[in-house]
Nanobody, 126 residues
Framework: QLQFVESGGGLVQPGGSLRLSCVAP????????IGWFRQGPGKEREGVSC?????????NYADSVKGRFTISRDNAKNTVYLQMNNLKPEDTAVYYC??????????????????WGQGTQVTVSS
């Protein structure tokens, strides 16, 4: 069973940056589509960004984060990152990493993914 180790969350001021990391020991994430989702206070879980398998190598972003967030892979480290710049208070949420292997193409849809991490808290506040 694939289990993620997520890190990088924390408290940051508006305009600041954080980088989230997602790893799954024992699994090669090159083969998986990886999505980042978030659930803010009083909100439903929503798609933030996703990256397809390395063979496909496409990315998608929610309109709310385009130009501010970047998803990427470091295959040598078997890690997927979400670089978050110019953070806003509305970005405050628990961020989850998710994986899908069957199709290897990513979607910003919760039901697309088979495996989920436990989440990491991101708080953007003055």
């Amino acid at each position: 069973q694939l289990q993620f180790v997520e890190s990088g969350g924390g408290l940051v001021q508006p305009g600041g940056s954080l980088r989230l990391s997602c790893v799954a020991p024992g699994f090669t994430l090159d083969y998986y589509a990886i999505g980042w989702f978030r659930q803010g206070p009083g909100k439903e879980r929503e798609g933030v960004s996703c990256i397809s398998s390395s063979a496909v190598n496409s990315t998608n972003y929610a309109d709310s984060v385009k130009g501010r967030f970047t998803i990427s892979r470091d295959n040598a480290k078997n890690t997927v990152y979400l670089q978050m710049n110019n953070l806003k208070p509305e970005d405050t949420a628990v961020y989850y990493c998710a994986a899908e292997r069957t199709y290897a193409m990513c979607r910003l849809t919760l039901s697309w993914y088979d495996y989920w991490g436990q989440g990491t808290q991101v708080t953007v506040s003055s």
